[in-house]
């Protein structure tokens, strides 16, 4: 089953704009992560956030984790078109440990 | 330092057979994780191996079994293939257990007819 829902499903934006993806899960969680996946093969890791953190920088991206809501967010800046991709958060549960949890998914795309 | 590597990348097979998917894990890595993804949903955790034993295992049925040898490696066995396990068939290796950062391989992606 899934835990999250990702929203927009898909986002189109031009060069050098920001993107926002979110992201809500349902149940208490130990971290949340980010990939991204290029053409439906191999995904990459891009961030964890820890439950009790509450935003985090990692290059031109931006999280953020708001536990008492169950959502996240994931800010691009200055996109690319090499940063079309699908990006999906992922939960590790606290009562289910060693397994992530996959959201659906947003659809980025880049146009240049 | 080659990553995780999967194979074969693409597989055809009619239902009621069997298949076998096989992973390499990321060098310096001991835990294997299988994930299924249909298209155009995210990933389900299929099951995690560590120390050559299945240590969790998601919602899928018995027909789906793995295996991991003392050099890490894994291998993905599903029985009596349905045109729904039909999807991309995703390896992931971490250096532990836990799953704070998982590295994929390419997938293998599966067309059962």
């Known amino acids: 089953s899934q835990q999250g829902e990702e929203d927009p499903q898909a986002l189109s934006i031009q060069e050098g704009e920001n993107a926002t993806m979110n992201c809500s899960y349902k149940t208490s969680i130990n971290n949340l992560q980010w990939y991204r996946q290029n053409s439906g093969r191999g995904l990459v890791h891009l961030i964890l956030?820890?439950?009790?953190?509450r935003e985090k920088h990692s290059g031109r991206l931006r999280v953020t984790l708001d536990t008492s809501k169950k959502s996240s967010s994931l800010l691009i800046t200055a996109s690319r078109a090499a940063d079309t991709a699908s990006y999906f958060c992922a939960t590790e549960e606290e009562t289910s440990g060693s397994r992530l949890t996959f959201g659906e998914g947003t659809q980025l795309t880049v146009n240049p | 330092d080659a990553g995780v590597t999967q194979s074969p990348t693409h597989l055809i097979k009619t239902r009621g057979q069997q298949v076998t998917l096989r992973c390499s894990p990321k060098s310096g890595h001991d835990t294997v994780s299988w994930y299924q993804q249909a298209l155009g949903q995210g990933p389900q955790f299929i099951f995690q191996y560590y120390e050559e034993e299945e240590r969790q295992r998601g919602n899928f049925p018995d027909r789906f079994s793995g295996h991991q040898f003392p050099n890490y490696s894994s291998e993905l066995n599903v029985n009596a293939l349905l045109l729904g396990d039909s999807a991309l068939y995703l390896c992931?290796?971490?250096?532990?257990?836990?799953?704070?950062?998982?590295?994929f391989g390419s997938g293998t992606q599966l067309s059962v007819l």
């Open positions: 992931a290796s971490s250096p532990d257990p836990r799953v704070e950062k998982l590295f």
């Open positions: 956030i820890r439950s009790n953190e």
